[in-house]
């Protein structure tokens, strides 16, 4: 680090940094108070999705427990046959939104197949939307805790580090200024003693 000038120059470019500094915390905490509330909403829904997860896990062992026992694949009837993705600005930080998602449900033989069939496709649906909707939202929290910790670490910076040292600089300057000043004043005193001795 430069070492630190101790003139009137560089006591005004410290006042600026110390004012620049100050303004810039209070946004910065605005950012991250923003955060927390879309990083709490944000858990409350993964909260909200793992329970509705649970209960068509549920509904599966309730209503279909011939499933278990079965040998059919379903997994080829029902099918993600899109996601669509879009981004979404949130103080500065590109979070994914899940606008759609497209489910291909294949035509069977109701003939062929037991008539549960029909119920097990529709839970399994409903299962592949909300775990494609709980994937986005854990991107979307994990997003949210990098930036969090981003931004605790700039307002700590700036709080802690920042504004802390250029006061101190400012103090140092200030200290160094007035000293001059003051061994100014002794020298002029001195130097008139000195005249008015020699004058006399």
Known sequence: MAKLALNKSS???????????????????????????????????LAEQQARLD?????????LPMLAHSRLDLSALVQVD??????????????????????DR??????ALPGWVDRALVLAEQR??????????QERLRRLEAALRKTTQ?????????????ENHIRRIRIALSDAERAGVVRAKLAKNKRTRVAS
């Open 11 to 45: 006591l005004h470019r410290e006042t600026r940094r110390l004012k620049a500094f100050r303004q810039f915390v209070p946004a910065l905490d605005l950012k991250r108070k923003q955060i927390l509330a879309a990083r709490q909403s944000s858990r409350r829904l």
């Open 154 to 166: 700039r307002l700590n910076l700036f709080d802690k580090v920042l504004i802390p040292r250029t």
């Open 82 to 103: 899109g996601v669509e993705v879009e981004p979404v600005n949130l103080v500065g930080i590109e979070l994914p939104k899940l606008v759609a998602v497209r489910i």
């Open 128 to 137: 592949l939307r909300l775990e494609l909707e709980r994937e986005v939202e």
């Open 55 to 63: 209960r068509v896990a549920l509904e599966v062992r309730e209503q």
């Open 106 to 111: 294949r035509e069977h033989s109701r003939l």
